[in-house]
């Protein structure tokens, strides 16, 4: 069975520099949800899409922004970056309805 | 508000019983429970959705208290492969637009 797909796993990047994190749904769900893990932390919400638009908002620096796209996948662009900014970051998909959220296996980002 | 879990970490001897409470201080829609293993995506276990009955398969189960905004997860007998830690994912838009995640319970166990 399709899994969420994120892409790439790891990612190694300068601070103040830009990186762009991709997450591919599992086909035909139409809920985006994108979180951002610290080492021994929980998953923090940052931002969710429902049909290409944006549905919800949680502690997204202003330096992040995220967009859905006609083919439902979704892009976590990210400028300016910081040392604190290196962690994982997850994307998980659901279908229509309160249905689980299939978890992606997360971009590891790591700032230096 | 993130719904806070307790306790906070707990180690077992195979074949020992646990309970994972999770409380919010807002109204909840629906909580979902997510066990992660370290490294790991969270795999999903199960949702409870507000005026639903308990559920559960096998020797993993949950409840789900709306007065008291809290859910419980109920793990039986438990195995070595249900090390890991939980997580609680509580929704108060009644959309799921935005699951919050609680503080999580590490768990382990050990023969």
């Known amino acids: 069975a399709a899994g969420v797909i994120q892409s790439p796993r790891h990612l190694i990047k300068e601070k103040r520099e830009t990186a762009t994190l991709k997450c591919y749904p599992i086909p035909r769900h139409d809920t985006v949800y994108w979180y951002q893990q610290g080492p021994g932390q929980d998953p923090q919400f940052l931002i969710s899409f429902y049909e290409k638009m944006q549905s919800d908002k949680g502690s997204i620096p202003d330096r992040f922004s995220a967009q859905q796209f006609s083919d439902y996948h979704s892009e976590l662009n990210m400028s300016s970056l910081e040392l604190g900014d290196s962690a994982l970051y997850f994307c998980a998909s659901r279908s229509q309805g309160i249905t689980e959220a299939f978890f992606g296996q997360g971009t590891r980002l790591t700032v230096v | 508000q993130q719904p806070v879990q307790s306790p906070q970490a707990v180690i077992l001897r195979e074949g020992e019983d646990a309970v994972i409470n999770c409380s919010s201080s807002k109204a909840l829609y629906s909580v979902h429970w997510y066990r992660q293993k370290h490294g790991e995506a969270p795999v999903f276990l199960m949702i409870?959705?507000?005026?639903?009955e308990q559920k559960g398969h096998e020797k993993i189960s949950a409840s789900f208290n709306e007065k008291k905004q809290q859910s419980s997860l109920y793990l039986t007998a438990s195995q070595l492969s249900y090390s890991g830690t939980y997580f609680c994912g509580t929704d108060h838009t009644g959309t799921a637009s935005k699951l919050t995640f609680g503080t999580g319970t590490r768990l382990q166990v050990t023969l």
């Open positions: 409870l959705l507000k005026g639903g």
